[in-house]
């Protein structure tokens, strides 16, 4: 997967002058070596900051190592002000952190105080208006530290990505499905680039790629991923031509951005004109971390990203779709699953799950635009869904949003896709979350947010949650638990 950063952390103490820096360094060297043991590589500055000079220093050794994470950590109590400075001229994500006391012995002459040094790094962190990252308990031994700068890592990860980023789409975002014309204006606010063509942009690309020779070695990867599902294989060579269209374009016209990731009109014009549905295609450059958003959602694509940086493997978009029915929830989820009939639904999308997500994929024909496009004969122009339940295993629901008022906001729900049959179309899972009944009326509903909502596989709230808050998103929804009332809930009812 290689459209995501590659992270390389610096780890810089900081020793407040009236402190002995030798602890601090003892101690910024006993962090390197538990992030070893752990598998998490750190590059180890030298420089120790005790003031503004140490910081530039400090500076200059992070830029000629070629990080781009830092962790400013407080073996001591630290300068706040030298401190804060090099997070300030740090060009990438920044997490702080402070040392714990060892053991008795230390609190006789070596107490470092950084329990007390990380309030006043916090407030010089708010006068000079930087967002960094800081772990829930910010303070730890030497093995504490490394797990939390495991943690950080992925959060790391995200957002670099997400401030590297352009997202490329085709086509006016639909109007029956309004929801996801969503304003632009944020996605500038995080560093991401977009490009919006035409349909006819892509139209033209397309067809110059009539005859071309790699088309054949597409089809036979299609056929060999497919293997028994490749039940309609006729459709492969135009779905092989729109795949190298898409990745030719994506290498024409990334520019100045080292990620990419794609907004596309799916239908219903694209099946008259193209002949056939993308979403296979779709499927497959988002199982290579290159995600493909449906509808031209360029928020989901988005979303899409930041959950394919933040677990390091693919990820889908699925509408919030349907109710799941009496009958099949008595047979397969009561007193199986440990969810009420209102805490699960079934999520949905046309075909664009990527396989390795799929109990069983099969190349299929997407039955409503069949319906209407093509009815009364057989399958031609809608072909090109991959189709099937989803496989059973913990998710996440997300999704970072623009508002009616331009305002960044997002929502995560930490749940589980369900061993229950779906006995439907599409690639489709029954999920279940906690309360999903009040978190559909007052985070969704309330919210203002769309069906689309992204998909990452394995609990992933914790990542996502501080990527988000990283990026300066304020509001961040969540299903709350029994007890715990929505600002908009009704206390009575």
């Known amino acids: 997967m290689n459209n995501i950063p590659v992270v390389k952390t610096a780890i810089v103490a900081v020793s407040r002058d009236c402190f002995p820096i030798t602890l601090s360094q003892r101690r910024r060297s006993a962090v390197v070596a538990a992030c070893k043991g752990i598998g998490v590589d750190l590059v180890e500055i030298n420089t120790t900051i005790e003031n503004e000079h140490d910081t530039m220093k400090a500076l200059k050794e992070v830029q000629d190592s070629g990080a781009n994470a830092l962790v400013v950590y407080l073996g001591n109590f630290g300068p706040e002000g030298p401190e804060t400075l090099l997070a300030e001229k740090f060009d990438g994500p920044c997490m702080f952190v402070a040392a714990a006391e060892e053991d008795t012995p230390v609190l006789t002459s070596d107490r470092g105080d950084?329990?007390?040094?990380?309030?006043?790094?916090?407030?010089?962190?708010?006068?000079r208006g930087i967002n960094v990252y800081i772990p829930e308990y910010p303070v730890g031994t030497a093995d504490e530290v490394a797990q939390m700068i495991a943690d950080f890592i992925p959060v790391a990860r995200t957002v670099i990505g997400v401030r590297n980023l352009k997202i490329i789409s085709f086509g006016p975002r639909p109007y029956d499905f309004l929801a996801c014309n969503a304003p632009i204006a944020p996605l500038f606010k995080l560093g991401v680039n977009i490009q919006e063509n035409s349909e006819l942009d892509l139209f033209e690309a397309y067809h110059k790629h009539d005859g071309d020779p790699r088309i054949q070695g597409v089809i036979d990867d299609m056929a060999a991923e497919l293997g028994a599902g490749n039940k309609m294989p006729g459709i492969l060579p135009k779905l092989a031509q729109y795949e190298i269209t898409l990745l030719d374009w994506l290498e024409a016209n990334r520019g100045a951005a080292s990620y990419v990731a794609m907004a596309n009109k799916c239908w219903p014009a694209f099946q008259t004109q193209f002949g056939f549905v993308p979403c296979y295609v779709n499927s497959r450059l988002t199982q290579r971390g290159i995600p493909v958003a449906c509808e031209v959602d360029i928020y989901g694509a988005l979303s899409e990203y930041i959950g394919t940086c933040a677990t390091?493997?693919?990820?889908?978009?699925?509408?919030?779709n349907n109710t799941v029915p009496a009958d099949l929830?008595?047979?397969?989820i009561a007193g199986k699953a440990g969810y009420t009939s209102k805490e699960v639904f079934m999520g949905f999308h046309c075909g664009n799950t990527p396989i390795c997500r799929l109990r069983e994929g099969t190349m299929k024909y997407q039955l409503i635009m069949h319906r209407g496009l093509e009815p009364d004969k057989e399958p031609d122009i809608t072909r090109g869904t991959l189709e099937g339940d989803i496989a059973q295993g913990p998710v996440t629901f997300y999704r970072l949003q623009g508002n009616k008022d331009s305002q960044l906001v997002g929502y995560i729900a930490q749940g589980?896709?369900?061993?229950?049959?779906?006995?439907?179309?599409?690639?489709?899972?029954?999920?279940?979350?906690p309360e999903m009944n009040r978190f559909y009326r007052h985070v969704l509903i309330e919210g203002g947010f769309p069906h689309h909502g992204a998909v990452a596989f394995g609990k992933a709230g914790k990542a996502i949650y501080s990527a988000m808050k990283l990026l300066g998103v304020e509001k961040i929804g969540f299903n709350q638990p029994k007890g715990m009332l929505y600002p908009s809930e009704n206390p009575f009812a």
């Open 416 to 433: 589980e896709v369900l061993e229950a049959p779906t006995c439907s179309f599409g690639g489709i899972g029954v999920i279940g979350i």
């Open 312 to 320: 390091g493997e693919c990820v889908t978009l699925l509408d919030i």
């Open 329 to 332: 929830y008595e047979k397969h």
């Open 114 to 127: 950084a329990f007390c040094g990380m309030l006043n790094a916090s407030y010089n962190l708010k006068l």
